[in-house]
């Protein structure tokens, strides 16, 4: 499932060498120690501290007599995500705040001549949107390619190539993704020379759907310095033919970063721009806050973009970046790292003030660690990455220079280590911000203590479905047990919050980031008719059927709060967004449909017509 945490482990283990070199994927489910850290912790507590300053600025409390609001929506649906006042039928905006939330008699006071009147008629207002584990950074990358339909075949690929060389006369490189590994079987997958026939003078590197292959010609392999000779890296390599001589297909990550590298891919005159556009996406879905789970190459290059793009006014959500930590080797020194990022790359809106731990890998691959072996092979159980004084260590370094960590867990052994390290934190009277993202599979027990502990949670609606390649490797018992939250939310009071963590989720495309249909699967545990036929046959038999167990499917309320106030919590942003609550940051969404209204099954074609961050319009604006 997580392939980006996946990816990024793999490339993060390659990326000291890569610094300069900008992609797209589906399944799919497809980032000087002592002295340094002890600084740290004289560090103000960075964005927290701007974010408590300006609540207290902005609650006192504001009064219409101080000028007219901007905006003033009223008579329709307003979900305030505040539990003493959970609806509302009237929100005062001015400036970037919000300024009146209650009833509509209360809001006439508010009217000015310059105020923009939004009648709701039916439809719906919300807080925006918070994608609390989502790799835009990695996704603007794999999107700054040229598409590769996945069900073309040999001939449509090539031909596919020659129409978009033909139609780019410059000088660049060419990238793309989306060729399916099922082609060109038969040789041993694809080969440089059907590419060196097409194009020869410039570099041309194709990512499969999957994004664990790529496809070069002879000009990428020799800017990337391949040859015969270069060794193959411990995961993956590069095909050869019997004379040794590379073929043009790489495999997996770590074989890969040379040639992303060499193509300068990651070049900010190629990058930048994809990346505000990227993020212009996500404003447009009615995101206002994204917090990315990891970037494993170019952070420095991408972090100083991104606080150039805030201070022009130009960034349209907070964005909170991570510096990963995925093997032993990369424990030394990674909370200096931090700190040191974090010190260099700040701005009103970004900042990166957390550690991303990635425990272990994915159950499709088997590298999920578990603590009963997979069904098959005979043994497998997958391994965890680091040690459980590694995690204990990071745990009480973040916590004492004031970081979060975020840890990557799929298989219920790697869930342990995070329990087992957070006790015997707590024990010692640590309090850690701990974060568990995907928490698939969990031990009973493990379960209990998930509910007396309360680390935050975050995970993935459409990954709440049926896949037949997931119950064939865990087998009928651990498979109807995946995905347990709603309960703990519902019942224990766990901060569960949700995102999509595209691109190493679902589908082609953006199709994995839709909020709506993110929401829909973790309320029916069942993929959405768009999803299901991006998808396929590959969910295999079944996949229409809910996934087991109903109880821990989340209500409409539920999942609306983990896509907004319980996002904002794991970012430490609560005091300034996440609900509608008057005094907090004017982050709105205003939908074309009033979810409470609706059936559940019509949730995933909800249109955003307005997003406000800041109580700026920051998509596209169709109110
Ligand atoms: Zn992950
Ligand atoms: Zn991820």
Redesign the pocket.
């Known amino acids: 499932m997580?392939l980006?945490?996946e990816i990024g482990a793999q490339l993060g283990a390659f990326s000291e060498a890569i610094l300069a070199g900008s992609s797209r994927t589906s399944r799919r489910r497809v980032l000087k120690a002592g002295a340094l850290i002890a600084a740290s912790a004289l560090l103000p507590p960075l964005l927290q501290s701007h974010a408590r300053a300006d609540v207290k600025a902005d609650s006192d409390r504001p009064m219409p007599a101080d000028g007219p609001a901007d905006w003033l929506f009223e008579n329709g649906t307003i979900l305030t995500m505040e539990t003493d006042q959970p609806r509302v039928e009237a929100v005062a905006v001015r400036g970037r705040a919000i300024v009146y939330a209650g009833d509509r008699s209360g809001a006439q006071a508010w009217i000015g001549p310059g105020t923009r009147r939004i009648d709701l008629q039916g439809r719906m207002l919300m807080p925006g949107l918070v994608d609390s584990?989502v790799?835009p950074m990695l996704g603007t990358l794999f999107s700054s390619g040229f598409v590769i339909d996945a069900n073309a075949k040999e001939e449509q690929v090539i031909d596919a190539i020659k129409a978009h060389v033909k139609a780019d006369p410059g000088t660049g490189v060419f990238f793309g993704v989306g060729w399916n590994t099922n082609l060109w079987q038969a040789q041993g997958g694809p080969h440089k020379r059907d590419l060196d026939a097409i194009e020869a003078e410039r570099p041309m590197l194709f990512l499969s759907s999957d994004a664990h292959s790529a496809w070069a010609n002879s000009k990428a392999l020799a800017l990337a310095g391949v040859t015969a000779a270069t060794k193959d890296p411990p995961v993956g390599g590069y095909q050869r033919d019997a004379n040794g001589e590379p073929t043009g297909l790489v495999r997996e990550a770590p074989a890969m970063v040379p040639m992303i590298a060499a193509l300068k891919l990651l070049a900010p005159e190629r990058y930048n721009p994809a990346l505000k556009a990227m993020l212009q996406t996500f404003a447009q879905m009615g995101f206002t806050s994204l917090f990315d789970?990891?970037m494993p190459l170019g952070l420095e290059t991408i972090f100083a973009a991104l606080v150039q793009m805030d201070e022009a006014g130009a960034l349209p959500v907070r964005l909170h970046a991570t510096r990963m930590v995925t093997n032993k080797d990369q424990v030394q020194g990674a909370v200096a790292d931090l700190a040191e990022l974090n010190r260099r790359f700040r701005s009103e809106h970004f900042t990166v003030r957390t550690l991303k731990i990635v425990a272990d890998g994915v159950i499709e691959n088997r590298q999920a660690a578990m603590l009963e072996p997979y069904q098959q092979p005979p043994g497998a159980r997958g391994q965890l990455a680091l040690s459980e004084a590694n995690v204990q260590g990071l745990l009480r370094q973040c916590e004492r220079a004031g970081f979060d960590v975020h840890f990557?867990t799929i298989g219920d052994a790697s869930l342990r280590q995070a329990l087992d390290a957070l006790t015997a934190v707590q024990a010692s009277g640590g309090q850690p911000k701990l974060t568990l993202?995907h928490v698939q599979v969990v031990a009973d027990s493990d379960q209990q203590r998930l509910a007396r502990l309360k680390p935050l949670i975050t995970s993935t609606g459409i990954w709440c479905i049926r896949y037949a390649a997931v119950e064939d490797a865990l087998g009928a018992e651990r498979y109807r047990k995946m995905f347990r939250f709603g309960r703990l939310q519902r019942d224990h009071g766990v901060n569960v919050a949700l995102g999509s963590?595209w691109p190493?989720t679902y589908g082609s495309g953006t199709l994995g980031i839709r909020p709506f249909l993110n929401i829909q699967a973790a309320i029916l545990r069942q993929p959405p008719p768009p999803l299901l036929e991006a998808m396929g046959s590959s969910l295999g038999a079944d996949a229409e059927q809910p996934l087991p167990p109903q109880a821990d499917a989340f209500t409409l309320e539920g999942a609306l709060q983990a896509y907004t106030l319980a996002g904002a919590r794991q970012m430490g942003l609560e005091a300034i967004t996440g609900s509608i609550r008057v005094g907090k940051r004017a982050d709105l969404v205003l939908l074309d449909r009033d979810l409470t209204a609706i059936p559940t099954e019509d949730i995933h074609r909800t249109n955003v017509l307005l997003t406000l961050m800041d109580g700026r319009s920051t998509g596209v604006d169709r109110s």
Do not use: L, P, V
């Open positions: 997580c980006s945490c584990h790799h789970a990891g990557h993202a963590d190493a």
